[in-house]
């Protein structure tokens, strides 16, 4: 990372999955393989990913899972221009999934290698992590959050009135308010 003066900067927290990483792809992928089904996509508004996929468990405790998620459209340019305006640390609740850790470095470091292993945060309970925006798909991680809340819309959340947060529903719409 270059020299700049961070310390002027606004610290942006951007999670992982639902927001870099597109889960829900990966997730309807997986249970087309396994079953033949293509879920419908109005099965799942409003329900947590646990709820809308029946082989949740499997999945996401599956070597690779998130090795090979795929890329959010439009993040890599997006995260990259972000990164030059903000203090980026890019924050995942992967203590739930140990296995994920090592999956999800690697991941970041093929798909966004300008973003340095000390802008990354694997933790538990992201109420610790402190900065002045937000981007979560999970209200939950932003429900608690003292600065800019920035909901990234997937399916879970689709139906959730905006309340104390700024809805994105993509890249495009992102970049175009930060």
Not at 132 to 153: A, Q, S
């Amino acid at each position: 990372m270059q020299l700049r003066a961070i310390f002027s900067m606004e610290q942006l927290l951007v999670d992982m999955d639902g927001v870099l990483a597109d889960v829900y792809s990966q997730f309807l992928r997986l249970e087309r393989e396994e079953t033949g089904v293509s879920l419908a996509p109005d099965s799942l508004l409003g329900k947590l990913e646990a709820e809308a996929f029946p082989h949740y468990e499997k999945h996401v405790h599956s070597k690779d899972f998130f090795r090979t998620a795929p890329v959010m459209s439009g993040s890599v340019e997006g995260l990259r221009y972000l990164n030059e305006k903000y203090k980026v640390v890019v924050v995942s609740s992967a203590m739930e999934f140990p296995d994920s850790l090592f999956e999800k470095r690697m991941w970041m470091a093929e798909f966004y290698p300008f973003i340095s292993w000390t802008q990354l945060v694997f933790c538990g309970d992201k109420s610790v992590i402190r900065g002045e925006i937000m981007i979560d798909d999970h209200p939950k991680n932003l429900n608690y959050f003292p600065g800019r809340k920035i909901l990234f819309t997937q399916p879970h959340n689709l139906l959730l009135p905006d309340e104390t947060w700024q809805r994105v529903s993509n890249w495009e719409e992102l970049l175009r308010i930060l």
